[in-house]
């Protein structure tokens, strides 16, 4: 027998096929089946809780040892314990910047949005595209997509608030980039915060949370015309009665909440994450999760998430969804 004969009388066997296949760039689907196609959703992220008085203490020090003009933005990311950075949930960032008195951080604009939350502090102000924002503590301030913004701190003391950003997005879709002003400061004129689009007044939203009936009470952040803030990210409030519960919700949608008052904690899968002022934590989509408030006084919690941009690619899902009414002829 020739060698060629004995070469075409050899058996094929699957393991020839993997390694051919492999050989040319492509492979089996059959062999990921369950991974690419799973029986649920199944985020990369699991639930956390970051300790205000643990990242603040390290913040300060950032700021005693890290120079404005040399951090650009004097940051501490809040990153998943299962992720790198920039994931807080597989769709959103977190992190807690800092301004210290007379310090700039310096103009920039970039395709990532930006919800802030004001923790601590006064005498704070953001400038966008030309708008300068009085910060106070619990309001929301936005920085639309590709505006000009700077960052300033008057008088003493720091200036600390929770930012969230779109950027683990642009992971998958790679169009993210910042453009630098070419001075460290916008020109800007100061703005009406009470009449400003781009603020959301704690005081407002208390009041609204306070007048809505029953122990528990949830309000988003909504544009004057009904919409959500963004195309992609999104927010609300909540209140707790003291000693009450809030429903028990599961969805695909993930979110960051920061604690603005009270103590309590929230049962995330099958984990007890206790929290108080100050503390924020992450629920990554398709977690039971459910919010505690400890006897003695109400709770207030604020939250970010992708509502608005898993709504409106149609990915939205709750447990107690009737599926079937998704489907369309």
Same mark, same amino acid.
């Given at each position: 027998?020739?060698?060629?004969?004995?070469?075409?009388?050899?058996?094929?066997?699957?393991? /020839?096929?993997?390694?051919?296949?492999?050989?040319?760039?492509?492979? +089996?689907?059959?062999?990921?089946?369950? @991974?690419?196609? +799973?029986?649920?959703?199944?985020?990369?992220?699991?639930?956390?809780?970051? @300790?205000?008085?643990?990242?603040?203490?390290?913040?300060?020090?950032?700021?005693?040892?890290?120079?404005?003009?040399?951090?650009?933005?004097?940051?501490?990311?809040?990153?998943?314990?299962?992720?790198?950075? #920039?994931?807080?949930?597989?769709? %959103? $960032?977190?992190?807690?910047?800092?301004?210290?008195?007379?310090?700039?951080?310096?103009?920039?604009?970039?395709?990532?949005?930006?919800?802030?939350?004001?923790?601590?502090?006064?005498?704070?102000?953001?400038?966008?595209?030309?708008?300068?924002?009085?910060?106070?503590?619990?309001?929301?301030?936005?920085? #639309?997509?590709?505006?000009?913004?700077?960052?300033? @701190?008057?008088?003493?003391?720091?200036?600390?608030?929770?930012?969230?950003?779109?950027?683990?997005?642009?992971?998958?879709?790679?169009?993210?980039?910042?453009?630098?002003?070419?001075?460290? *400061?916008?020109?800007?004129? &100061?703005?009406?915060?009470?009449?400003?689009?781009?603020?959301?007044?704690?005081?407002?939203?208390?009041? *609204?949370?306070?007048?809505? #009936?029953?122990? =528990?009470?949830?309000?988003? $952040?909504? /544009?004057?015309?009904?919409?959500?803030?963004?195309?992609?990210?999104?927010?609300?409030?909540?209140?707790?009665?003291?000693?009450?519960?809030?429903?028990?919700? *599961?969805?695909?949608?993930?979110?960051? $909440?920061?604690?603005?008052?009270?103590?309590?904690?929230?049962?995330?899968?099958?984990?007890?994450?206790?929290?108080? /002022?100050?503390?924020?934590?992450?629920?990554?989509? =398709? $977690? @039971?999760?459910?919010?505690?408030?400890?006897?003695?006084?109400?709770?207030? %919690?604020? *939250?970010? &998430?992708? /509502? #608005?941009?898993?709504?409106?690619?149609?990915?939205?899902?709750?447990?107690?969804?009737?599926?079937?009414?998704?489907?369309?002829?």
């Amino acid at each position: 027998m020739s060698l060629t004969d004995q070469v075409a009388t050899t058996p094929d066997t699957e393991e /020839k096929l993997l390694a051919d296949l492999e050989a040319s760039k492509t492979l +089996p689907l059959w062999k990921q089946m369950t @991974k690419l196609n +799973p029986p649920a959703p199944n985020p990369t992220t699991i639930p956390n809780v970051w @300790k205000y008085k643990d990242v603040r203490s390290n913040l300060l020090r950032a700021g005693e040892l890290v120079p404005a003009e040399q951090a650009e933005r004097r940051v501490l990311m809040l990153i998943n314990p299962a992720r790198d950075a #920039p994931y807080t949930t597989d769709t %959103l $960032y977190a992190g807690l910047q800092l301004v210290m008195p007379n310090e700039t951080a310096r103009a920039h604009r970039h395709t990532a949005f930006a919800m802030r939350f004001i923790i601590e502090g006064n005498g704070g102000f953001t400038a966008v595209h030309g708008r300068r924002i009085q910060m106070q503590q619990g309001d929301v301030i936005l920085t #639309p997509t590709w505006n000009y913004h700077d960052h300033g @701190k008057d008088g003493s003391g720091p200036m600390i608030w929770l930012d969230g950003l779109d950027l683990p997005n642009f992971r998958h879709f790679p169009v993210h980039f910042v453009e630098h002003f070419n001075q460290p *400061r916008y020109p800007a004129e &100061d703005a009406d915060s009470s009449t400003s689009p781009l603020v959301f007044s704690w005081s407002e939203m208390k009041a *609204r949370l306070d007048s809505a #009936p029953g122990d =528990w009470a949830a309000r988003r $952040y909504l /544009k004057a015309d009904g919409s959500e803030v963004s195309r992609v990210l999104g927010g609300c409030a909540e209140r707790l009665a003291a000693g009450e519960s809030s429903p028990s919700r *599961r969805e695909t949608t993930s979110s960051v $909440y920061h604690v603005v008052a009270g103590t309590g904690y929230s049962v995330i899968g099958d984990k007890k994450f206790i929290w108080e /002022k100050g503390d924020t934590f992450c629920v990554p989509s =398709w $977690y @039971k999760y459910q919010h505690f408030a400890d006897a003695g006084e109400p709770v207030y %919690l604020y *939250r970010f &998430d992708d /509502k #608005p941009m898993i709504e409106a690619l149609g990915f939205y899902r709750s447990e107690d969804m009737d599926a079937e009414s998704l489907v369309t002829e």
